[in-house]
């Protein structure tokens, strides 16, 4: 629709059409008139000038209004669009069947999640649908259009999802939980969780650093019956269960778990090394300063030891900080700028009738 643009030139042409000469017939009293109407219309008149622009402003805000179809705007004005984002899964269908039917009886979209979103019609059948929570951002993008809009994502929650994922509106999460799903073991009742010692290797340039770290340790062995041997230097005959370093090794021991602090995370390091970007200083780490180290080293020991197993559902906490709602996007920005745009037009349209009655006025005058 933006060629429409193109169409600003038919205003100049109208213009100058009708500044074109005609044919001179000369009759007898048209002599004594001559040099008078020469006089009057030498050159362009200004209110004549300000016509062409303003039609020719007219026609370009036109095109630029209809280049994104207007009447689903002017259809939706002070309306929140709502879309039901579901995981093709029973459990999640069967969980939530009578939110997800009431969505479809109120018009309101619902889509299968997988590798591209697919309109539901049915929600029956779905152990059949490919589906995997990984696809989440991709769908979102896919979805994501100009209007307002709030999304409903519906999941199992059985901790597959990992990576953040950003939703350009408003969003609600409802996750699907399996009660009968291995929970995770209870720490304080199992106490100790391991029976035998854990061999944990510090290996710091700087001190302040190891000392964090063992204060941390000795919290989970206060708290949990956790055994520690630490050791500060390297043992070539002995294997280490955790290393803890502010350096990446060249090449990481089998079955030992590394936590380098200080160094920005690399997408091509293995599983078993966990990377934190600020050092374990006071300093320089919340998760010190805030004294939430113990229990994250607690939640890492517990899935180096396979306390927990992988598909454990998460938290409430730990959904929502795996979901963040952000800025509108550029085609949202657009569609807030639409609605001034037709203001703009209108105003243009009755300046435009003003200077036209005014000039067939003044011309009858």
Same mark, same amino acid.
């Given at each position: 629709?933006?060629?429409?643009?193109?169409?600003? +030139?038919?205003?100049? *042409?109208?213009?100058? %059409?009708?500044?074109?000469?005609?044919?001179? #017939?000369?009759?007898? =009293?048209?002599?004594?008139?001559?040099?008078?109407?020469?006089?009057?219309?030498?050159?362009?008149?200004?209110?004549?000038?300000?016509?062409?622009?303003?039609?020719?402003?007219?026609?370009?805000?036109?095109?630029?209004?209809?280049?994104?179809?207007? +009447?689903?705007?002017?259809?939706?004005?002070?309306? $929140?669009?709502?879309?039901?984002?579901?995981?093709?899964?029973?459990?999640?269908?069967?969980?939530?069947?009578?939110?997800?039917?009431?969505?479809?009886?109120?018009?309101?979209?619902?889509?299968?999640?997988?590798?591209?979103?697919?309109? =539901?019609?049915?929600?029956?059948?779905?152990?059949?649908?490919?589906?995997?929570?990984?696809?989440?951002?991709?769908?979102?993008?896919?979805?994501?259009?100009?209007? +307002?809009?709030? @999304?409903?994502?519906?999941?199992?929650?059985?901790?597959?999802?990992?990576?953040?994922?950003?939703?350009?509106?408003?969003?609600?999460?409802?996750?699907?939980?399996?009660?009968?799903?291995?929970?995770?073991?209870?720490?304080?009742?199992?106490?100790?969780?391991?029976?035998?010692? #854990?061999?944990?290797?510090?290996?710091?340039?700087? =001190?302040?650093?190891?000392?964090? /770290?063992?204060? *941390?340790?000795?919290?989970?062995?206060? /708290?949990?019956? @956790?055994? @520690?041997? #630490?050791?500060?230097?390297?043992?070539?005959?002995?294997?280490?269960?955790?290393?803890?370093?502010?350096?990446? %090794?060249?090449?990481?021991?089998?079955?030992?778990?590394?936590?380098?602090?200080?160094? =920005?995370?690399?997408?091509?390091?293995?599983?078993?090394?966990?990377?934190?970007?600020?050092?374990?200083?006071?300093?320089?780490?919340?998760?010190?300063?805030?004294?939430?180290?113990?229990? %994250?080293?607690?939640?890492?020991?517990?899935?180096?030891?396979?306390?927990?197993?992988?598909?454990?559902?998460?938290?409430?906490?730990?959904?929502? *900080?795996?979901?963040?709602?952000?800025?509108?996007?550029?085609?949202?920005?657009?569609?807030?700028?639409?609605?001034?745009?037709?203001?703009?037009? #209108?105003?243009?349209?009755?300046?435009?009738?003003?200077?036209?009655? $005014?000039?067939?006025?003044?011309?009858?005058?």
């Amino acid at each position: 629709m933006l060629w429409g643009m193109l169409a600003a +030139a038919v205003p100049v *042409a109208i213009h100058f %059409w009708y500044q074109k000469r005609g044919k001179t #017939i000369e009759w007898a =009293a048209m002599r004594w008139l001559g040099e008078q109407t020469t006089l009057q219309h030498r050159g362009l008149r200004l209110n004549e000038v300000w016509l062409m622009i303003l039609r020719c402003l007219l026609v370009i805000l036109l095109a630029l209004i209809l280049s994104r179809p207007v +009447a689903g705007w002017l259809a939706n004005t002070g309306k $929140r669009g709502v879309i039901h984002l579901v995981q093709a899964d029973r459990l999640v269908t069967e969980t939530y069947r009578f939110e997800l039917e009431k969505a479809q009886r109120n018009g309101e979209p619902v889509y299968w999640l997988g590798t591209s979103p697919e309109k =539901a019609a049915n929600l029956a059948g779905t152990t059949d649908v490919s589906s995997q929570s990984k696809y989440f951002q991709q769908n979102i993008n896919a979805l994501a259009s100009g209007d +307002a809009q709030d @999304f409903r994502l519906y999941f199992r929650n059985d901790g597959s999802l990992q990576s953040r994922v950003y939703v350009p509106g408003e969003y609600e999460l409802f996750p699907a939980t399996d009660s009968s799903q291995t929970k995770q073991i209870d720490l304080l009742r199992n106490k100790p969780a391991h029976k035998t010692a #854990i061999n944990v290797l510090l290996d710091y340039r700087i =001190a302040a650093e190891a000392q964090t /770290v063992r204060a *941390a340790l000795t919290a989970l062995t206060e /708290v949990y019956g @956790f055994s @520690f041997e #630490i050791q500060q230097e390297i043992s070539p005959a002995s294997h280490y269960d955790w290393i803890f370093t502010d350096h990446l %090794w060249a090449n990481p021991q089998p079955g030992t778990t590394y936590v380098v602090s200080g160094n =920005a995370p690399q997408w091509n390091n293995p599983a078993q090394v966990v990377q934190l970007r600020d050092t374990l200083r006071m300093a320089d780490s919340e998760l010190v300063e805030s004294g939430r180290l113990p229990e %994250w080293l607690g939640e890492l020991l517990v899935k180096h030891l396979g306390l927990k197993a992988d598909n454990a559902p998460l938290s409430k906490g730990q959904l929502n *900080a795996l979901f963040a709602k952000v800025p509108a996007s550029h085609m949202q920005e657009e569609a807030a700028l639409r609605p001034w745009l037709l203001l703009v037009l #209108i105003l243009l349209m009755g300046t435009e009738r003003w200077l036209a009655l $005014r000039k067939t006025s003044g011309s009858h005058g």
